[in-house]
């Protein structure tokens, strides 16, 4: 079931971006992922125990959490015109180091509060995260003009 809810959650991230353009898929995905989440916090919490509701709350929180995988690829690859390789390595590296940081705190979590804190942690996290979605960036400079005759040369 799970690898189901994966393959259709990255056809959907692909097929949001594809048809919207990257940045409204990634406040779709994103905006998605946070409600998900806490819903499942607010489920968790309330002590509902385990049973074929968990398993939806998952399945839902699951499907936006892998659609932002294409998401943020597209996001990448919009803005990088000049060196889209070196870009998309370096949102993979940003994934796997996010990754190790969120174990590391989920590790701390699970210790000190519970596992029923980390959905409520990472709700929090996915906020901020659409927050920041939210902010337009300013329109990048005009860099059209050779940059290499203003380089003085290099001291021999």
């Known amino acids: 079931m799970a690898l189901l809810v994966g393959v259709v959650a990255v056809f959907f991230g692909g097929a949001l971006s594809d048809k919207l353009s990257p940045r409204p898929a990634r406040l779709i995905v994103l905006g998605g992922h946070c409600l998900a989440l806490g819903a499942l916090a607010a489920y968790l ?3 509902a125990g385990f049973g074929l ?3 939806l709350f998952v399945a839902v929180w699951s499907v936006f959490a892998w659609a932002l995988s294409p998401v943020i690829q597209a996001s990448i690859m919009s803005v990088a015109d000049d060196q ?4 998309m390595s370096l949102g993979i590296s940003g994934l796997y180091g996010g990754s190790a ?4 705190l989920g590790g701390y979590l699970v210790d000190n509060y519970g596992p029923a804190a980390i959905p409520l942690v990472g709700t929090v996290w996915l906020a901020i995260g659409v927050a920041c979605a939210l902010v337009r960036p300013a329109p990048a400079a005009d860099t059209t003009e050779d940059t290499e005759a203003s380089v003085p040369p290099h001291p021999s």
């Open 101 to 104: 940081l969120g174990a590391a």
């Open 53 to 55: 509701t968990l398993f």
């Open 84 to 87: 889209p390789m070196l870009a």
């Open 45 to 47: 919490a309330s002590g």
